[in-house]
């Protein structure tokens, strides 16, 4: 992988006018997947076959799909990776962006995208065939592509039930039993946010009571981090995104994550009843997108079936296109409902829920 030199990266920023300072971006990795160069300033010209992408998400994960497009269409791409700060950093240099498409995870940074002001709405009926109504925004200012679910994952040794709820994970039984990271953190935001939805806001802060009740510890770590403690006798129940099994199961840099995964099962909350809680991964065309007939282009051929099938196999997510099929191992892990509330409606209540995670003090955990 070939990383830019800082030196070359500020000469380009300073080609756009901007005086930015990189490290206020917190940007980790700056790379580009095929031999092409850094996005350049001069691809603020017309469209010329070349799509300009800043993604959150992973090179190994973004790079078959994008080698799938060229092959198909003949348009190139350039990617700029980076763990943090691209939202920012599209903001930042306004008008003469060369970024044309976003990608990211989470509803909640689909959405901040959308407030920054980085967005601009996308009418294709290529994409609103293959993207559920559900799964995007009214106005298409983003769209999903992949689907992950926020489950529990239960200690098979020490958790005799095969079902579970969300509401249940509030019931007394579980009493120091319950490990999950920061309740802040974007996906549990989004999935307090579909508690309100359900329960309403006055159920949904008893409910954080509840399950503040019955952590083991304070909120902290990562979601693997909760199942590690699952697999270490600290606690029976971790809450985490299904592709993390997928991860542990696989993970052979790490093989230790194997033995944690062997250890707990999969439970898809409130299968008999309104589903389990989703969430995106996703994409947005950038407002002042200077390749935006080849972007769009782009975004079409992420939501069609075969990039569906290339992307949700790599990521071990759930495609948002009907009909495709999963890959064997998110198959192993058994059938699950998806809740049908609209993620339109989980980002409205984002700042409800953060707001509640605050006013019930869930990070300072059980005993305070
Ligand atoms: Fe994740």
Redesign the pocket.
């Known amino acids: 992988m070939f990383l830019f030199p800082a030196a070359l990266i500020k000469r380009k920023l300073q080609a756009c006018s901007y005086s930015i300072a990189l490290a206020t971006f917190g940007i980790v990795s700056l790379s580009s997947l095929t031999n092409s160069n850094f996005i350049s300033s001069e691809a603020h010209a017309a469209d010329t076959g070349v799509v300009n992408i800043y993604s959150y998400r992973q090179p190994y994960l973004v790079k078959p799909l994008l080698e799938e497009f060229t092959k198909q269409t003949g348009i190139q791409t350039k990617v700029i990776f980076a763990k943090k700060g691209l939202i920012e950093r599209i903001a930042a240099e306004g008008k003469l962006s060369p970024a044309d498409v976003l990608l990211t995870?989470d509803i909640g940074r689909l959405s901040a995208a959308v407030e920054k002001g980085i967005s601009q709405p996308v009418k294709s009926s290529v994409i609103e065939g293959n993207v559920p109504a559900k799964y995007r925004s009214a106005k298409g200012d983003w769209f999903g592509l992949t689907v992950r679910s926020r489950v529990v994952y239960a200690s098979k040794g020490r958790v005799g039930q095969d079902a579970i709820t969300y509401e249940e994970l509030a019931d007394p039984k579980w009493r120091g039993k319950i490990c999950m990271r920061s309740g802040q953190h974007v996906?549990n935001v989004a999935m307090i946010a579909s508690m309100i939805a359900h329960n309403g806001a006055e159920k949904t802060k008893t409910w954080l009571k509840g399950l503040k009740a019955n952590l083991a510890r304070k909120p902290s770590g990562n979601?693997r981090a909760q199942i590690k403690a699952v697999f270490a006798g600290q606690c029976d129940l971790a809450i985490g995104?299904t592709?993390?099994m997928g991860k542990m199961q696989t993970n052979e840099k790490k093989p230790e994550q194997k033995k944690w995964a062997a250890s707990v099962k999969l439970l898809f909350p409130n299968t008999k009843t309104r589903g389990a809680h989703v969430n995106l991964s996703g994409m947005v065309l950038a407002k002042h997108s200077p390749n935006k007939s080849a972007a769009v282009k782009l975004m079409e051929f992420l939501s069609s079936e075969k990039a569906q099938q290339i992307y949700s196999e790599v990521n071990l997510e759930y495609p948002v296109k009907e009909g495709v099929a999963w890959s064997d191992l998110v198959k192993s892990w058994g059938e699950f409902k998806a809740d049908d509330l609209a993620l339109e409606k989980i980002a409205e209540l984002r700042k409800a829920a953060s707001l509640l995670v605050d006013e019930t003090d869930l990070n300072n955990g059980p005993s305070s």
């Open positions: 995870v996906y979601d995104n592709y993390y």
